[in-house]
């Protein structure tokens, strides 16, 4: 069992800048892949970023060059810089984990944290 707390939201205008953490804690051995989603009203939840524990990553097309995802596994975090911000970024964002295909590849999820990039 894993547990995912995730924090750094917030409001901010167009072009700034946030950084997201999650903090896993429980079962850490497990986890394998951890990233970020994000859904915003009335649109289907979509992955932003991923990233795997020997740190490769991946991005949604939307958000490549503006955000970077990293990761400190001694420390059971994953961030998410978002630089540039759009109002189109304006979403819930949670952190998702992913478990070693050996433990069965269940998914987790944190509770979210809204991020609304608006003037």
């Known amino acids: 069992q894993v547990q995912l707390v995730e924090s750094g939201g917030g409001l901010v205008q167009p072009g700034g800048s946030l950084r997201l953490s999650c903090t896993a804690s429980?079962?850490?051995?497990?986890?394998?892949?951890m990233g970020w989603y994000r859904q915003a009203p009335g649109k289907q939840r979509e992955l932003v970023a991923s990233?795997?524990?020997?740190?490769?990553?991946t991005y949604a097309d939307s958000v490549k060059g503006r955000f970077t995802i990293s990761r400190d596994n001694a420390k059971n975090t994953v961030y998410l810089q978002m630089n540039s911000l759009k109002p189109e970024d304006t979403a819930v964002y949670s952190c998702n984990a992913i478990e070693s295909p050996i433990y069965g590849r269940r998914s987790y999820w944190g509770q979210g944290t809204q991020v609304t990039v608006s003037s």
């Open positions: 429980g079962s850490i051995f497990v986890i394998d892949t």
């Open positions: 990233i795997d524990r020997s740190s490769k990553s």
